[in-house]
């Protein structure tokens, strides 16, 4: 602690899991994490169906929206085209480089950017819910969805809700 004190180390791991950490000419004692981080998580979702994230203790269903209601289905960035998804779509959790296109954005970004420019705090990202198309993500909670996935207007749609 010593050394991480005089600047000779960023940080310093003391008994019982606290962090002697040196920020600029200060030393922060940080108390050891009160819960384990949370592992990675993966469930398969029917079209239509619905899928519980044990470790969040939430459920997302898929709803199909006939093309007659689409329109009346909610935003038009919220809805996926049927004919592009198929059956059965992956929900697991956020893994560091994922990248992600949503509609509306002019480019693929990396998630790591797109939680940072929303505000999610990072010790949230870990467990952030993902849906994927094959190894494409199609959906993320609180985001348009996939621009390469997106209801065109014609077709049927499937809507994504988080229960």
């Not at 619905?50 to 909610?74: C, D, K, N, Y």
Request: proline share 11%; aromatic share 8%; glycine share 8%.
């Amino acid at each position: 602690m010593l050394r991480c004190a005089l600047g000779e180390l960023p940080k310093a791991e003391l008994p019982a899991g606290w962090l002697a950490v040196r920020q600029g000419g200060c030393l922060e004692l940080r108390a050891p994490q009160a819960e384990p981080p949370l592992s990675g998580y993966e469930y398969r979702l029917p079209v239509p169906g619905e899928v519980r994230i044990a470790e969040l203790g939430l459920t997302l269903r898929s709803v199909p929206v006939p093309q007659a209601f689409a329109s009346e289905a909610g935003p038009p960035d919220t809805l996926l085209s049927a004919e592009l998804i198929g059956p059965e779509l992956i929900v697991r959790n956020w893994c560091p480089g994922d990248r992600f296109w949503p509609l509306h954005s002019k480019s693929e970004e990396k998630l790591k950017r797109l939680f940072a420019e929303q505000h999610i705090p990072a010790e949230r990202r870990p467990s952030w819910p993902l849906v994927l198309c094959d190894s494409q993500i199609v959906w993320m909670r609180g985001f348009p969805v996939a621009r390469a996935f997106a209801w065109s207007g014609s077709g049927d749609a499937v809507k994504i809700e988080l229960l």
